[in-house]
């Protein structure tokens, strides 16, 4: 165990030393860095694997160089799936999962051309219970954010809405809780260019969301406003000290509170009359 531990410190530091390119052995041949958690330990564990592309993703396989049994990073995948992968200069996380099946044999077929590598971001991990030392495939799905932008600059013209103006046509501004699971357009029956709306962790009237909301008014001519709170809010029940504490932690000592809430009814109610008081 410690030679091949000692062949793999050799290996890393060689990687991290010479923007993710290795000599020796592995000359001229595709390795990342994956950093796994121990099964056992809960230890930071980073091993040096061969990938394979295949598209938008890389192909790495639990062989352990023919040994008869998986490699123990394979048994930190599966036991803890959030993985960190190196690749040249770049560092990311990513969430594994495990393939089998077709995908799986197709990913392990011999000859097979090897498409280019682009920039992925999720994680893929395929082994075929068939095999005592199976084979896994290694992936990192497009950013999230490159990609939206990809799809709005496709579609600059069509966002742009020059026929729409600035002024909300149903003269009202929104303010809800930023919630992935409320979709406010079809919920309050709006089309683009019907309302302002303004989101935030709850949908409380904070100083910044009454700020927006003065400017709504005073600016852009809306003279209603609708609150929309929800009950399974992320804020409820949070603890103000702890979120506190952890901010301290990172060195941040933020002005603002959290704004957590025991009750979401009391919480509406607080936020409709601090509306009603603002001017």
């Known amino acids: 165990m410690a030679d091949i531990n000692d062949f793999n410190r050799t290996i890393i530091e060689e990687f991290r030393s010479h923007g993710g390119k290795v000599g020796g052995p592995f000359a001229g041949t595709p390795v990342l860095l994956l950093g796994t958690t121990g099964a056992k330990s809960g230890e930071q564990r980073t091993t040096p694997v061969v990938y394979l592309p295949d598209g938008e993703r890389m192909i790495i396989f639990a062989s352990k160089a023919g040994a008869p049994e998986n490699p123990a990073w394979y048994h930190n995948i599966r036991a803890n799936p959030t993985v960190t992968v190196e690749v040249g200069n770049d560092s990311f ?54 990609e939206m932008l990809e799809g709005a600059a496709a579609r600059a013209q069509q966002l742009a ?5 600035p002024r909300p046509r149903r003269r009202v501004a929104v303010l809800a809780c930023m919630d992935t699971r409320i979709d406010l357009f079809p919920m309050l029956g709006l089309q683009r260019g019907d309302a302002h709306i303004i989101r935030n962790a709850g949908g409380l009237a904070t100083d910044d969301a009454i700020r927006s909301l003065s400017a709504s008014q005073r600016l852009l001519g809306t003279d209603e406003v609708v609150v929309v709170m929800h009950d399974g809010c992320g804020l409820h029940g949070a603890s103000e000290d702890e979120f506190a504490a952890a901010l301290a932690g990172d060195g941040a000592l933020p002005t603002w509170r959290l704004g957590a809430f025991d009750d979401v009814e009391r919480a509406l109610r607080q936020s409709l009359a601090r509306l009603r008081s603002s001017r």
Do not use: F, H, M, Q
């Open 161 to 165: 809405a020059p026929g729409l103006s």
């Open 93 to 146: 996380a990513a969430n594994a999962t495990v393939l089998d099946g077709e995908e799986r044999d197709r990913l392990r077929t011999p000859g097979r051309a090897a498409p280019a590598v682009r920039r992925i971001r999720a994680t893929d991990l395929a082994r075929d219970p068939r095999d005592r030392a199976g084979a896994c495939g290694l992936a990192r799905s497009v950013a999230n954010a490159d």
